[in-house]
């Protein structure tokens, strides 16, 4: 009984005092440090609510023609869609990838947009890209060699871009259509593409800033630019959208959308 006592008493002593305390403290400094005290709790409970919000949104950009469209119902639901026509507008929508839809898993749906390839209806890309958990770029294995130039462009564009600089969203180069016999090896896809975005990395950087319309640059001065150079992971897959051959591109889906 009488330890409680001395507790209540001490209590007691430590409220007044606490109180006496912050009375010295003028009300401009007091209103200060709560302000602070506000704010930090603010900021450390949207940090908390934005890491429990990640995106679910996967971007598939490429060039018209790489199979983006047929890659798209793939995933969506095993089928292929063969001769839809290019859109005006993205093909987008929200489910459990196919082969785990068969499965009966619990999974997070993906959102995946398949943002028209093109060249005057990219700037669809752009509306998409702050919000992108992960982006695949589709690239035709078989009919590679006429549209390396144009393809090595628009990853170009994608890599220096500001959101996904910043964000650091994760790429992958998918090599479509690798069913056929004369499609290119992923390897030699990756090297043709790093060879023609160090020419245009070295290009542009040679024009002054101010007609320059990316963000950043790419590679590492004095070197020879290479994947590995890139602010963010890129990563080279081969796939068929005819075939359903989409094991690699859903694995890479499910290492930014977890389950």
């Known amino acids: 009984m ?3 006592e001395d507790l209540k008493i001490l209590a007691e002593q430590w409220f007044h005092q606490g109180v006496e305390f912050f009375q010295q403290i003028p009300p ?13 709790t603010i900021l450390l409970v949207s940090i908390r609510l934005f890491r429990r919000t990640k ?13 983006k469209t047929v890659l798209f119902y793939q995933l969506r639901d095993g089928s292929t869609h063969q001769g839809a026509v290019t859109s005006m507008e993205p093909n987008e929508g929200t489910f459990v990838l196919h082969t785990e839809n068969i499965k009966k898993g619990k999974t997070k749906p993906v959102h995946l947009v ?9 700037s669809k890309l ?37 959101s996904v ?4 969203i994760p790429v992958l180069l998918c090599c479509n259509k690798t069913d056929k016999v004369t499609a290119h090896t992923k390897e030699f896809i990756r090297k043709q593409m790093e060879k023609e975005i160090e020419k245009l990395r070295v290009s542009r950087s040679a024009v002054s800033s101010a007609d320059i319309a990316n963000d950043f640059t790419l590679g590492i001065e004095g070197e020879l630019f290479s994947f590995l150079h890139c602010y963010n992971k890129v990563t080279v ?23």
């Open 126 to 162: 752009e509306e998409y890209l702050p919000r992108a958990a992960a982006i695949v770029f589709v690239v035709d294995a078989l009919e590679f060699l006429p549209n390396c130039r144009a393809a090595s462009e628009y990853l170009y564009d994608i890599l220096t871009n500001t």
């Open 165 to 168: 600089v910043k964000n650091k």
């Open 2 to 4: 009488d330890n409680l």
């Open 28 to 40: 401009t400094q007091l209103y200060a440090a709560i302000g602070v005290l506000l704010l930090t």
């Open 55 to 67: 995106s679910n949104t996967v971007l598939l950009s490429g060039l018209s023609g790489s199979g």
């Open 114 to 122: 398949d943002v028209p390839g093109h060249s005057r209806l990219r």
């Open 237 to 259: 897959a081969e796939a068929s959208g005819l075939t359903g051959d989409t094991d690699q591109v859903q694995e890479f889906i499910r290492e930014y959308v977890k389950p």
